[in-house]
């Protein structure tokens, strides 16, 4: 059986025209090898539906309950900044390992690290959060090209445009990924109800305990995916140190990934300003640490819906620009609003305000998780597991610049570091847009 790379190669004048692809000229292409089971997007959603309702809850909380000496918000720093460190390796790992067995072993940092919590230290937490920076980068390398591959192959099976079904791929799995946030959140809400000074220690470790179940289920059902034949991709890639290197760095090389680059990043910094920032500085001080659970379940549940309507709406570039569009206008809103009008406020109005904003900021976060693997997906498809290790160095890396700059700067710093990044990272993306039908109107 030839590699997906050397199939899609050899289809690519197969274009279906009735379709309006994700990317121009890549349309829906035929294989003969057999398509993945759609039973397998099933399980991964729900895989990483169970890890990470427990981890993301357990994340949300940090900034609030690892309090001494800031050794919540310290950890997670340390996770991040590993977590860049060695996604620029992750791709060779995967590509070494399989991608389905990258899901399994990765799965194993974010159970440490929530066992750390059960004796939160610094002797725990931050040899807890290095490693889970290793295993994020290969879990998170291995769940993009374990699902673009489905999708690529679905799409050629079946004679489906591409764009459409990475669209719809991605739609499902991060519909699902960011229904963790109201399920894990909601757990919490009701575990830690009375904790509003800090939470009983007793409701803490119980919740941590809950977290470790949904963790344990999550690595059974990783373990139930089906095996996909990835030696003959693997094999001529790494027969050098040097060849491995060059693997990695490829799309550094591609102005279109340079141009993606920006948008990748603030992806990254959102995210942490909901985790770190919003948290701790919007939603404790008028709610107290037990509203943290509640706001953030509301943040995942827009997240959960927009996953799926920007997912089943992408067709062309010109619709994931439109969208990205709309995402970035609603978060430019928020940060003009915070950063010039906002204070808290006593009252039933006061406490609305921390969950709308968190809804808001929720539609922003699903139109770019999306959006980004979409894209990389069918911008990069020779590359696929480089182009997601590129991802998550760079979104990791912005991550952790929040975590180790929020115990140390004004809320209003943060919020005109926020609006910065997404102008900058918003402009590259719509520059890239051009880039792109440029190219593919002066193609033969």
Known sequence: ?????????????????????????????????????????????????????????????????NTDENLGSISLGVLYTSFTAFSAVGSAVVRWMGSRRALVVGTSGYLLFIAANLAPSWYTMVPASLYLGFTASIIWVGQGTYLTSAALSHARENNLPEGPTLGSFNGEFWGMFASTQVIGNLISLALLRNGKDGGSVTGKNLLF???????????????????????????????????????????????????TIPLIAYSG???????????????????????????????????????????????????????????AILQAVVLFW?????????????????????????????????????????????????????????QSGAIAVIFFLSPSITLQAMLILMTTGLFISFGSFLFLTLVVEKSSTVRP
């Not at 997007?41 to 909380?61: E, P």
């Not at 995916?225 to 591609?254: C, Q, W």
């Not at 010039?340 to 921390?354: D, K, R, W």
């Open 1 to 65: 059986m030839a590699p997906p790379e050397a199939e899609l190669a050899a289809a690519a004048g197969d274009v279906e025209e009735a379709a309006a692809p994700l990317v121009p000229g890549s349309g829906a292409r035929r294989a003969s090898a057999a398509a993945p089971a759609p039973r397998d997007v099933h399980v991964l959603s729900s895989a990483f539906l169970f890890v990470f309702l427990a981890y993301h809850a357990a994340q949300n909380l940090q900034s609030t309950v």
């Open 209 to 259: 305990a809950v977290f470790l179940g949904f963790m344990i289920v999550g690595i059974v059902l990783m373990c139930l995916l089906s095996k996909r034949d990835e030696k003959r991709d693997n094999a001529p890639t790494h027969s050098s140190f040097g060849a491995m290197l060059k693997y990695i760095v490829a799309p550094l090389k591609d102005r279109r990934m340079l141009l």
């Open 269 to 327: 910094l959102q995210q942490a300003f909901v985790w770190a920032v919003f948290t701790k500085s919007i939603v404790t001080p008028v709610l107290g640490i037990s509203g943290v659970g509640g706001a953030m379940a509301i943040y995942g549940a827009a997240d959960v819906v927009c996953s799926l309507v920007a997912g089943r709406l992408t067709s062309g570039l010109r619709s994931a620009a439109f969208i990205v569009s709309v995402g």
């Open 338 to 394: 915070l950063l010039l009008f906002y204070s808290p406020t006593a009252g039933l109005l006061g406490a609305a305000i921390p969950l709308f904003i968190g809804a808001l900021w929720g539609v922003g976060d699903g139109v770019l998780n999306t959006q980004l693997s979409a894209l990389l997906g069918l911008l990069f498809e020779d590359v696929k597991e480089a182009a997601f290790a590129q991802l998550k160095v760079w």
